[in-house]
């Protein structure tokens, strides 16, 4: 069973930066793709950015280009998210999924199998 947590959500002010971070456990990660995305209310859930578990292949959603940063901590079993120059637009709940992908990238929701609790994410303009 693979656990996912999330925590680094807040409230902060239009142009502001977080960090969010994806605390993995419960197996070897070596081969796993983890993933942002985020859910709006109201709206669909949507891919924001993802790792493979060595770092070799990172995707990002083209909303967030240069203003967001993936990467990964292999020794903490982490992954974060830098989200800087934040909109009243990137307000969401942010989660934090993962699947067995042996090297490849997905963006669909419907690829990942573990997924974590969600982060809450709100940019005040």
């Known amino acids: 069973q693979v656990q996912l947590v999330e925590s680094g959500g807040s409230l902060v002010q239009s142009g502001g930066s977080l960090r969010l971070s994806c605390a993995a456990s419960g197996r070897t990660f070596s081969a796993y793709t983890v993933a942002w995305f985020r859910q709006a209310i109201g709206k669909e859930r949507e891919f924001v950015a993802a790792t493979t578990w060595g770092g070799s292949r990172i995707s990002y959603a083209d909303s967030v280009k240069g203003r967001f940063a993936i990467s990964r901590d292999n020794a903490e079993n982490t992954v974060y998210l830098q989200m800087d120059v934040l909109k009243p637009e990137d307000t969401a709940v942010y989660y934090c999924?993962?699947?067995?992908?042996?090297?490849?990238?997905?963006?669909?929701?419907?690829?990942?199998?573990?997924w974590g609790q969600g982060t809450q994410v709100t940019v005040s303009s």
């Open positions: 999924a993962a699947y067995l992908a042996f090297g490849a990238i997905s963006t669909t929701s419907g690829t990942y199998v573990y």
